[in-house]
C-alpha cells in the first residue's frame, strides 16, 4: 500500500496569496521541480501559473476555456491557449513538458481515464487535485440524509454542479495503477492545510482527505 | 536586406508618404521576377523612442490602406481601426511608434498594377505576381530604411495577420511580439472559390480591357463591384445578415416582382459594392487575392508549420471569431496547435461573437480586453515602460 506524507514540512505555511481558497496550489508548487517546463490544464486567471513562474522560475503554459480566464491569463503575460481538456490536448506533442497539472478540474472532464492517459502522453509526470468523494463527512452527510453531500470542497447542489465524475483517493490511486502510472507522491489535505490526521496510507487519506493532490511518473 | 547604401528617396506628396527606391535597387519577388523602382507608401503615428524598441508594424487587410488611425486623404474615409490604434487605445500612440504600409500590389501609393512600370504607361497585367512573403519582404526595406532593427509587434487581421505570420516566420529575431487576428497559415479551397469569383467578374466587365483599362480610360466597375459583394457576403456572419436585415424589405411595402434591390440585405450589397469602386484598382483586387490563394505558409517549410517557427524567440497571440467561416477557428486554431508544437510562447484567443470575420474591426470588448493584456504584457516583458511617450 502506498505510504502517504502526513505533513508536508517543505510546503510553504501561508496559502498562495493570489488565491486563499487554493491549498492545492502550494503543495503543486512544492511538488514542482524548479525550472520545470510545466502545462497547467483548467489553469483559470493563471494565477497558480504566476504562482510557478515566481516561486519556481517554471516556463509556464496554460490551456483554459473560459474567456475571463483566457483573458486575465493574457494580461498576466501567461501563454496560454483557450481550449478544452477533452477536446484539445491532442494538440501538444509528446514529451513536451516536465509537468503537466489538472488541478480541481478531473472531475469536471467527460473522459477522465482519456485525459489521465493525455497528462502522461505530454508531459514526464502529472499533478492532479480533486476533491476526495470517500471523505467522512461526505459518507455522513450521504448514509444520514440520504442526500448528495454539500460539503465544503463540494460545494454545490447536485444539479448545479460542474462536477460530472467524481471519485474517491482510492478509486483515483486505483486508476493510476490500472494504466501503468506510478505514484509518486500523494498529498491529503484537510481543514485547509496540507496533510491530513490519520491520513499515513491511501486507505485512511480516503477517510480523512478533503482534497488530494497525486503526484503521478510513468511507471 | 538592402544595402544600407541603396538609393532610396522619402516624399511627401498629396497627404501620401512614400519611400522610393531606384530602379538600381530591385525588390527580389518569390516568382524570380523583380520590381523596380520600387514605391513604398506609408504612414506613421507616435514617436520612435530613443533606443527604436517601441515600433509596431500593422499590416492591413485585403482592401485596407495605410491609414490605420487617421482619415485618409485621397478617399475622405476614416481610419479603419479606430478602436484599437490611437491615443489611449489599446495600441496606444502615446506610447507606441505605430507604421503600417500600402501591401505590395495595392493601390493607396504602393507599387502596383496600375503603377507607371519603366516605359511609363501602367503596368496593367505586365505587373509581375506578387506573394505575401513578397509584401513582407517589401515592408523590411521600409522597417530598416527607418532604423528599426526589431520591431517590437507585427500585428494584422485577415490578410494582414498572414502578413505578420509571414514576418515571424522569415525574421524571427526581428519580431519581439506576433498578433495575428482571425486569419490563416493557408488560404483555403472554399476561399480561394469565393476570390475566383471576384476575378471572373472583374474580368468578364467589357471595361476591363484584357487588364488595359487605364490607358483606354474605362474602368471595370461593374465588375469590381460584384467581386466586392462576393467577398463582403463572406466578412459576415449569418447571425449578423439576420440581425441586421433579416427579409426586411428596402424603401417599399412589398416585393416589386422584378429585379430592383426590394430587399435591404441587397441594397446594403449594392451600396457596399458601388462605394468600393472610387476607392479600388480592379487589377489590383486581382493581384491581392491571387497573392492570398498562394498564401501557404507551411509549403515554404517542407509542409509543416511547425517548422516555420521553430525556435521562435517571438511572444505570440492567435485570435479567433466564433462565428467567422472566411477564416474560421478551426484555420487559427491550426496556427496556435503549430506554434505549441514548435514551442513557441503561444497564446489562442477564441472570441464568442456572432459578428462574422469582421469583428475585428467592430465593437468587440473581449477581443480589445485581450488584446490590451497581449500588448501590455509584451511591453513589460521588453522593458517598454508606460512612459515612454506617457499614455494619456
Known amino acids: ?219 | 536586406m538592402i544595402p544600407a547604401s541603396a538609393p532610396a528617396k522619402w516624399t511627401a506628396t498629396g497627404g501620401l508618404r512614400t519611400l522610393v527606391f531606384a530602379a538600381n535597387a530591385p525588390l527580389q519577388l518569390s516568382s524570380g521576377a523583380h520590381i523596380a523602382p520600387l514605391t513604398i507608401a506609408f504612414e506613421t503615428y507616435g514617436a520612435l523612442n530613443t533606443d527604436k524598441s517601441n515600433a509596431i508594424l500593422v499590416c492591413h487587410a485585403l482592401t485596407g490602406d495605410q491609414f490605420v488611425a487617421s482619415p485618409n486623404p485621397i478617399t475622405g474615409r476614416p481610419a479603419w481601426w479606430p478602436r484599437i490604434v490611437g491615443p489611449g487605445l489599446p495600441i496606444d500612440t502615446n506610447r507606441f511608434y505605430v507604421i503600417c504600409a500600402n501591401i505590395l500590389g495595392g493601390c493607396m501609393g504602393a507599387t502596383g498594377p496600375a503603377s507607371p512600370a519603366p516605359d511609363g504607361a501602367a503596368y496593367g497585367l505586365r505587373f509581375p505576381a506578387v506573394t505575401v512573403a513578397d509584401m513582407v519582404r517589401a515592408q523590411a526595406q521600409l522597417i530598416e530604411a527607418l532604423g528599426i532593427s526589431s520591431l517590437f509587434c507585427v500585428i494584422g487581421g485577415s490578410i494582414g495577420g498572414m502578413q505578420a505570420l509571414q514576418w515571424a516566420a522569415a525574421y524571427p529575431k526581428r519580431v519581439f511580439a506576433c498578433a495575428a487576428i482571425a486569419t490563416a497559415a493557408r488560404h483555403s479551397a472554399q476561399n480561394i472559390a469565393f476570390y475566383e469569383v471576384g476575378r471572373q467578374a472583374i474580368m468578364a466587365d467589357p471595361d476591363w480591357r484584357g487588364g488595359d483599362y487605364v490607358k483606354h480610360g474605362v474602368r471595370p466597375a461593374k465588375g469590381l463591384a460584384v467581386a466586392r459583394m462576393a467577398a463582403h457576403i463572406t466578412y459576415m456572419s449569418e447571425a449578423a445578415l439576420k440581425h441586421k436585415f433579416d427579409r426586411e424589405l428596402q424603401a417599399r411595402d412589398e416585393v416589386s416582382f422584378g429585379f430592383d434591390a426590394d430587399f435591404q440585405v441587397e441594397s446594403y450589397l449594392r451600396h457596399q459594392g458601388a462605394s468600393f469602386v472610387d476607392r479600388f484598382d480592379a487589377n489590383s483586387y486581382l493581384y491581392i487575392t491571387r497573392a492570398v490563394d498562394y498564401f501557404d505558409l507551411a509549403a515554404d517549410y517542407g509542409g509543416a508549420l511547425a517548422q516555420a517557427f521553430k525556435d521562435s524567440p517571438t511572444r505570440f497571440c492567435v485570435f479567433a471569431f466564433s462565428s467567422d467561416w472566411h477564416y474560421p477557428p478551426a484555420e487559427n486554431r491550426a496556427i496556435a496547435r503549430a506554434l505549441v508544437a514548435a514551442g513557441a510562447e503561444a497564446s489562442y484567443v477564441e472570441i464568442e461573437t456572432d459578428k462574422g470575420h469582421d469583428a475585428f474591426l467592430l465593437e468587440e470588448p473581449a477581443f480589445e480586453s485581450a488584446l490590451t493584456g497581449f500588448i501590455d504584457a509584451a511591453a513589460a516583458a521588453r522593458g517598454l515602460t508606460l512612459n515612454a511617450g506617457a499614455r494619456a
Request: net charge positive; aromatic share 8%; hydrophobic share 45%.
Open chain 1, 1 to 219: 500500500m502506498t505510504v502517504l506524507e502526513l505533513s508536508n514540512p517543505a510546503a510553504p505555511a501561508r496559502r498562495p496569496v493570489n488565491d486563499p481558497s487554493r491549498v492545492d496550489y502550494a503543495v503543486i508548487a512544492n511538488m514542482v521541480r524548479a525550472g520545470a517546463r510545466v502545462l497547467d490544464i483548467g489553469c483559470g486567471d493563471g494565477a497558480l501559473l504566476d504562482l510557478l513562474a515566481r516561486s519556481k522560475n517554471v516556463r509556464g503554459r496554460g490551456l483554459e476555456l473560459s474567456q475571463a480566464g483566457v483573458n486575465a491569463c493574457v494580461a498576466r503575460g501567461l501563454a496560454v491557449i483557450q481550449g478544452d481538456a477533452d477536446r484539445d490536448l491532442a494538440d501538444f506533442p509528446d514529451d513536451s513538458f516536465d509537468y503537466v497539472i489538472l488541478s480541481d478540474t478531473i472531475q469536471q472532464v467527460r473522459h477522465p481515464r482519456r485525459v489521465l492517459g493525455e497528462l502522461m502522453r505530454i508531459g514526464a509526470r502529472a499533478i492532479v487535485s480533486f476533491p476526495n468523494f470517500g471523505h467522512w463527512r461526505v459518507r455522513w452527510l450521504l448514509a444520514t440524509r440520504g442526500r448528495m453531500p454539500d460539503t465544503p470542497a463540494l460545494p454545490s447542489r447536485w444539479c448545479d454542479t460542474e462536477n460530472l465524475h467524481l471519485c474517491t483517493v482510492r478509486d483515483f490511486a486505483e486508476l493510476a495503477a490500472e494504466m501503468g502510472y506510478r505514484i509518486e507522491r500523494a498529498m491529503p489535505i484537510a481543514r485547509g492545510h496540507a496533510g491530513a490526521p490519520f491520513a499515513k496510507t491511501i486507505w485512511r487519506a480516503n477517510w480523512f482527505a478533503e482534497e488530494a493532490v497525486f503526484l503521478l511518473a510513468r511507471a
